[in-house]
């Protein structure tokens, strides 16, 4: 069973940093590109960052580069997100999910996700 | 950047056929996917590229994709189908993925 567990959400201050993962498990971690995804209160899905399986390739949206950092571990089977210089509007819930590849090959959907960790950014 | 626009809002009558829509240039070049969400629980793909129902989902969930408009369809709809739905593409030209705003559907 595919399974994908964020943690490291929490209270953090304006300009400050903050470290997210995503535990993976029950599938071939290197095989598929993953991605993050954030939800702030109330609001709809943002698309925040995406990483190829092999981690060779990297992905932001405009509204989070240069302050954010996508990387994955291999061994340990997680995926990151390094957060810094937060802002009171990077508040939300942040979702891990897995880029699925279709029986034709392409892999653009997000066919697995986490059940979100909280970041809230305030003083 | 590419812009996705879906209506915030449908409601359709139980046993109906709900609609929602998902416009974009061209996005009938793209391939779309499509979530649903409900409160207080990660989305759910529902529809991939365009017309692909993953295992689980039910065949009254079916979709198109043409022109300037994607379309989620949700034939005789049901009280549990009350949820956000969200259509998504990914944008080659930047290499971003991109969702549109959201759709509320109300079961009346």
């Known amino acids: 069973e595919v399974q994908l567990v964020e943690s490291g959400g929490g209270l953090v201050q304006p300009g400050g940093s903050l470290r997210l993962s995503c535990a993976a498990s029950?599938?071939?971690?290197?095989?598929?590109?993953m991605t993050w995804v954030r939800q702030a209160p109330g609001k709809g899905l943002e698309w925040v960052s995406g990483?190829?399986?092999?981690?060779?390739?990297?992905y932001y949206a405009d509204s989070v580069k240069g302050r954010f950092t996508i990387s994955r571990d291999k061994s340990k089977k997680t995926l990151f997100l390094q957060m810094n210089s937060l802002r009171a509007d990077d508040t939300a819930i942040f979702y891990c999910?897995?880029?699925?590849?279709?029986?034709?090959?392409?892999?653009?959907?997000?066919?697995?996700w986490g059940q979100g960790t909280l970041v809230t950014v305030s003083s | 950047s590419y812009v996705l626009t879906q209506p915030p809002s449908v409601s359709v009558a139980p046993g109906k056929t709900a609609r929602i829509t998902c416009g974009g240039n061209?996005?009938?070049?793209?391939?779309v996917h499509w979530y649903q969400q409900k409160p207080g629980q990660a989305p759910v793909l529902v529809i991939s590229?365009?017309?692909d129902r993953p295992s689980g989902i039910p065949e009254r969930f079916s979709g198109s994709n043409s022109g300037n408009t994607a379309t989620l369809t949700i034939s005789r709809v049901e009280a549990g189908d009350e949820a956000d739905y969200y259509c998504?593409?990914?944008?080659?030209?930047?290499?971003?993925?991109?969702f549109g705003g959201g759709t509320k559907l109300t079961v009346l």
């Open positions: 999910a897995r880029v699925g590849i279709s029986r034709t090959g392409s892999s653009s959907h997000f066919d697995y």
């Open positions: 029950g599938f071939s971690f290197s095989a598929y590109a």
């Open positions: 990483i190829t399986g092999g981690g060779e390739a990297t």
């Open positions: 061209n996005i009938g070049s793209k391939s």
């Open positions: 590229y365009d017309s």
């Open positions: 998504q593409v990914w944008e080659t030209r930047t290499d971003q993925w991109v």
